[in-house]
Nanobody
Framework: QVQLVESGGGLVQPGGSLRLSCAAS????????MGWYRQAPGKQRELVAT???????NYIDSVKGRFTISRDNAKNAVSLQMNNLKPEDTAVYYC????????WGQGTQVTVSS
């Protein structure tokens, strides 16, 4: 089993920034990749960004240039720096990883509103 614990999130005005963090524990040997999903009200969960153990990152088009994913392999942690946030970024964000099976965190709410 793998446990993912997220922190960060909250309410921010359009154009603002937030940073999400996630730490993995449990049977984490060989964890790869890690990333973030999000789910907005009434929409399907979508994969926002991923990063491999070697640092290769991928993003969905809507967040490219605004979000940056990073990873600390020594701490089995992943972060998502979100800049220039837009109302359409409002969603519950879930930390994700794959260690054979896929695992998700409990989710953290991000609300972008004036």
């Amino acid at each position: 089993q793998v446990q993912l614990v997220e922190s960060g999130g909250g309410l921010v005005q359009p154009g603002g920034s937030l940073r999400l963090s996630c730490a993995a524990s449990g049977r984490i040997f060989g964890i790869n990749p890690m990333g973030w999903y999000r789910q907005a009200p009434g929409k399907q969960r979508e994969l926002v960004a991923t990063i491999t153990r070697s640092g290769t990152a991928n993003y969905i088009d809507s967040v490219k240039g605004r979000f940056t994913i990073s990873r600390d392999n020594a701490k089995n942690a992943v972060s998502l720096q979100m800049n220039n946030l837009k109302p359409e970024d409002t969603a519950v964000y879930y930390c994700w990883c794959r260690v054979g099976l896929e695992y998700w965190g409990q989710g953290t709410q991000v609300t972008v509103s004036s």
